[in-house]
């Protein structure tokens, strides 16, 4: 028995079961685009991005002393930022958010160091740091 004229013919025993065939790979290439890809990868970088700020805020929270604390708010936090970031920019995709992007990117690069390195030198100063965690003391001597 022939399919009439105009109809798909009848589904195969591979079809039923799901097998894949290579119309059915054409058609879901077909239907992947380079902006689909992209809030894909958005998506996977505001997760990531958002779980390392996450575990920034529990280390300031859960860690013992002024430097380990100064570790956790600034290392996974920036990371997590600038994950948050390339997300943002990969779901908004316009030249001027884009700039508005990397400005602010560039500046939590250049500030998280500086406030790590003064946040460091107040707890040294100040005495709020368990000395015996130290593996060396520079400036133990002035």
Known sequence: MTPAAGLPPPPTAADRLGAVTPGAVADWL???TPGAVADWLGAVSL????????AAA?????????????HAATKPQVL????????VALR?????DLGMI???????LATAPVAAQMI????????????KLLDADELAEH
């Open 30 to 32: 077909g239907a992947v």
């Open 47 to 54: 997760v990531a991005g958002a779980l390392l700020s996450l």
């Open 58 to 70: 529990i280390g300031v929270l859960r860690f013992p002393d002024a430097l380990t604390r100064m």
């Open 80 to 87: 997590g930022v600038l994950l948050l970031l390339l997300g």
């Open 92 to 96: 908004l995709r316009s030249p001027a």
């Open 102 to 108: 990397a400005l602010v990117g560039v500046l939590q």
């Open 120 to 131: 460091g030198r107040a707890a040294y100063r100040s005495g709020r740091l368990d000395r």
